[in-house]
């Protein structure tokens, strides 16, 4: 004969039995080895530390899934460090012309205006007064100190949220009037993990005070300490414990069971399963409980075996008090799972068939002892790692480091470079000129629209130099051998402010003077108001030495110039008439 499943052997010549450590699954009908994966047991208790942050503001649960450690700021922050300084010095290769409208010239203008920290602490010649430069180079090193101080901020903010606070755990001594505070509901689930059910229980209803053989030790009905009862379950019988109002004056107590075989269903296990609760009575939400699943002793090396036998299996569990001072004085018995002494057992084939013949070993003795850890008393306390000062502290630390090391790099630049510390003037007076520029443009664009184009002087036109007006040019125009006398005009764009004004030489006009008479001009006499050494010179540029121009003084300038320009304007009409009154009296003898 044979059993019908794998993973089986025969007994009693007609029934079938699994493996040892295998369990029947009634539903598939197979014989499966019984595994557990992870840890033996888990402890936890339902006082929450964590800070719940809106999920429409800010959800930290996602950062943590995508940053684990401050190692991934820090990483991000160098790369954007490096880039940006990449970028920088890609921008220095590109040229910026004379005239500022090039694309690089107005990357790398933009680039120095960003100079916020560094501004006034460029490289300074002796005795010179301090202000205000903005270069590239100081733009450069400002943003990348703003960008690793972000970066160190945020690592700094990930540390704050993830580690603001620490558990402390103080051990305070004890007695038993401090334990009459303590009201709490407790609950002990054992399941034994077989083919069994309840019908296979007996002996359950007596609980065991104090050591054996000690005067403390009593034994009580297990009613007068909790409700006890067995449920069937999917994985074999579960034993229910339930103690409300739990005064716990003892610091040892037990209970055991068994189960017995019945016609066709021999007492045998395969593993436990336990989960002890503790809940505080004000507040059922508070609770600590410790749960696990076991399959073998921890000092077993057979991988499958089957419980069977005379032998208590004891599963031994702590309880210690606990005072949360952070959570209004919470006051809750903490289980903890302690060991497991593994009773009589089977891993061989051929010892499991031989007990389950055998009816004095059909038993399976199950005791829960419990260790109240009464002589002292675990306080739990939050203590904050960060407080506003020291918050402060580090968050100025973190500043002077990101200024104090791009500070440096640029003192290092300027002092080793001599390019680097004049280079904002080439902006700057490329700058002004592509300003003045299009200010000019703009000043002849009005001029065209005010007046029109006709009144701009004609570019085709010969200048002629004449002796009346002290080297002043006039411009003439030729047509068909006929002299068509035409209003001069000024031309404001011809005006050159350069340092140096050349002024007709009186000497030069006295030799021209005297070779016209020469030739055969007749020499008349200039009355005196006409004489060229009665026109001032012309004003004077107000310009300071390795300056720049400023608008006030281009403006002044101008002004001078148009007062100049009136008072020749004078003298260019009184020499006219001057003129027309001598041709006209030339021409008079000759009428006669």
């Not at 999920?55 to 899934?65: H, M, P, Q, V, Y």
């Not at 005239?99 to 203008?109: C, N, S």
């Not at 001057?578 to 000759?590: R, V, Y």
Request: glycine residues 6%.
């Amino acid at each position: 004969m044979h059993c019908p499943t794998s993973n089986s052997f025969i007994y009693n010549s007609s029934l079938c039995a699994c493996n040892p450590g295998f369990l029947f699954n009634s539903t598939t009908t197979t014989c499966s080895p019984f595994t557990v994966s992870g840890e033996p047991s888990f402890v936890g208790t339902g006082v929450d530390y964590s800070v719940n942050f809106p999920e429409t503001i800010l959800s930290f649960e996602s950062i943590k899934k995508y940053a684990e450690s401050q190692y991934v700021f820090l990483g991000a922050t160098l790369v954007m460090v490096v880039s940006w300084l990449l970028f920088c010095v890609g921008v220095r290769f590109g040229s910026v012309g004379d005239d500022g409208t090039t694309f690089w010239f107005k990357v790398r203008w933009w680039v120095s205006r960003l100079d916020v920290c560094f501004a006034t602490r460029h490289w300074l010649e002796d005795q010179k007064v301090v202000k205000k430069r903005k270069t590239e180079l100081g733009g450069t090193f400002s943003i990348a100190s703003f960008i690793l101080f972000i970066g160190l901020l945020a690592a700094l903010l990930y540390q704050v949220i993830s580690k603001r606070t620490i558990e402390v755990h103080s051990v305070v001594a004890a007695n038993a009037p401090d334990f009459t505070s303590f009201s709490t509901d407790m609950e002990f689930n054992i399941t034994t993990i077989s083919t069994m059910s309840c019908s296979n229980i007996q002996n359950l209803g007596t609980l065991f005070m104090g050591k054996p053989g000690f005067l403390d030790f009593r034994t009580t009905p297990l009613s007068t300490f909790a409700k006890f009862s067995c449920e069937n379950t999917t994985k074999g019988p579960m034993v229910t414990l339930k103690c409300t109002n739990c005064q716990l004056f003892r610091d040892n107590f037990y209970t055991s069971w068994q189960f017995i075989d019945l016609p066709n269903i021999p007492a045998s296990a395969i593993g436990f399963e336990f989960n002890l609760t503790s809940r505080d009575r004000l507040n059922k939400k508070r609770a600590s409980f410790v749960s696990g699943v076991l399959k073998k002793g921890s000092h077993m090396n057979a991988e499958f075996v089957t419980f069977r036998g005379k032998d208590p299996n004891i599963l031994q569990f702590n309880l210690f008090p606990r005072v949360y001072r952070n959570k209004d004085d919470l006051k809750l018995i903490q289980p903890l799972f302690h060991d497991f002494i593994p009773g009589s057992s089977f891993g061989d084939i051929n010892k499991l068939r031989d007990s389950l013949q055998n009816s004095s070993n059909g038993v399976v003795n199950v005791t829960l002892n419990v260790n109240f850890l009464s002589s002292y008393i675990v306080e739990v306390d939050s203590q904050s790692t960060l407080g506003p000062v020291g918050f402060l502290a580090d968050l100025g630390g973190l500043y002077c480091i990101s200024i104090g090391l791009f500070f440096y790099l640029l003192v290092q630049f300027e002092f080793r470079f001599k390019r680097f510390r004049r280079e904002d003037k080439v902006m700057r007076r490329i700058r002004n000129r592509k300003k003045a520029q299009e200010h000019w443009d703009k000043l002849r664009k009005y001029v065209v629209f005010t007046w029109g184009r006709g009144s701009l002087p004609h570019e085709d036109g010969n200048a002629v130099l004449t002796s009346c007006c002290s080297g002043i040019l006039i411009k003439s125009n030729q047509n068909g051998g006929s002299m068509s006398k035409r209003r001069q005009h000024i031309r404001k764009d011809t005006i050159s402010f350069n340092k140096k004004v050349s002024i007709p030489d009186d000497k030069v006009s006295q030799k021209v003077s005297s070779g016209d008479v020469d030739n055969g001009i007749a020499h008349r006499q200039q009355p005196p108001g006409f004489a060229a050494n009665d026109i001032p010179l012309p004003p004077s540029l107000e310009i300071k030495p390795d300056s720049e121009i400023s608008a006030l003084e281009i403006q002044k300038n101008l002004q001078n110039l148009y007062e100049y320009n009136l008072m020749l304007r004078e003298e260019l009409i009184l020499a006219q008439s001057m003129l027309h009154s001598l041709t006209s009296n030339d021409h008079t003898p000759e009428g006669h």
